[in-house]
């Protein structure tokens, strides 16, 4: 499967609700096996918003080294390279440790609670 970002959400890779699109898009295909080829030809900007919801929650369900084996980055330029390696790690670490999940979910609740 081949999917042109810039044409499926535009030039600029950086609120979450198009990582969803994007995750959305290409979960299935993953989940059953498939290669993935996201091209981000034309696409600049880049954010981790994006990359947390396009990428980092596939790692609920599908191990780092399936993804790293079935996800191609195709014309991803160095810093989004960069965000993308970041988004990885600590979202595997997340998923794959409880107690590291724990820790950040009761820090993330503390922040939500702070805010209102």
Do not use: W
Request: aromatic content about 6%; glycine content about 6%; some cysteine.
């Amino acid at each position: 499967m081949k999917l042109s970002v810039k044409n499926h959400i535009g030039p600029r890779c950086i609120i979450k609700e198009d990582g969803q699109k994007i995750y959305d898009a290409i979960h299935g295909a993953l989940r059953q096996g498939e290669s993935v080829n996201l091209d981000f030809e034309g696409v600049s900007q880049f954010a981790s918003p994006f990359f947390n919801f396009a990428i980092g929650q596939l790692l609920k369900d599908i191990a780092e080294s399936d993804l790293r084996t079935l996800l191609h980055l195709d014309h991803l330029n160095e810093t989004g390279k960069l965000v993308v390696e970041r988004v990885i790690e600590n979202a595997a670490r997340y998923h794959g440790d409880k107690d590291y999940r724990q820790i950040v979910d009761d820090i993330l609740e503390s922040q939500a609670k702070e805010s209102v």
